[in-house]
């Protein structure tokens, strides 16, 4: 094995075991213990993070980005804005009946209680997270949309939208609380966003 490899060994070993511990345990998530699930010492977490709040980024940002990936194979180019905002919400439905919905909606809670324990991991999770959601920003952007195309400042603004509106739905799917959310009511709640609003009219 090579220093490379072995050095993606050890980062892939410890996400995986922060992914467990901090699910499980939040801010008070141990580094010892993390480092000891993945089999290697605290030294390995410095050196490759700097730190257990740049273990925690890194953690997000390795848990976005295949979910972003896969939303941009479900939202083709050649839809019209509608449209893709209709395949995305169709795709995030399906994914709050992943085997790992459950799994996510904790890490999720968890990670929003840390940020409010620690306001400089906040900040460093809020700029992760606006890093990976420049894929939507990106995905809208360009679309047709009332005549014209929408353009970045319009996408982003309806990213921040659309991002409240199914954060709070895909949590109520797997507690309970939207029994009647099927793919049709998620695809139906984003188009009237769209529809509706004055937020994607808005220049800026």
Known sequence: MTRAEAKER?????????????????YRARLDEIADRADLTTGAVYSLFGSK????????ADHLRPYYE?????????????????????????????????????????LLDMA???????????TSVRAQENHLIALFTGRPYDGGVVTSPQAQRLTTALRALFVGLGQGVPLGLAPEADEQYFAD??????????LITATG
């Open 116 to 126: 409010l324990h620690d306001p400089d991991l906040g900040a460093q999770l809020a």
């Open 53 to 60: 709040n740049g273990l925690v980024v890194a953690l997000v």
């Open 189 to 198: 709640a984003a188009r009237a966003l769209v529809s509706g609003m004055s």
């Open 70 to 110: 896969e939303i941009e194979q479900a939202v083709p180019a050649g839809l019209d804005l509608q449209e893709a905002v209709d395949a995305f919400a169709r795709y995030y439905r399906r994914s709050c009946d992943a085997p790992d919905a459950l799994s996510r909606l904790s890490l999720q809670i968890t």
């Open 10 to 26: 050890n980062r892939r070993a410890l996400l995986d075991a922060a992914f467990q511990v901090v699910s499980r345990d939040g």
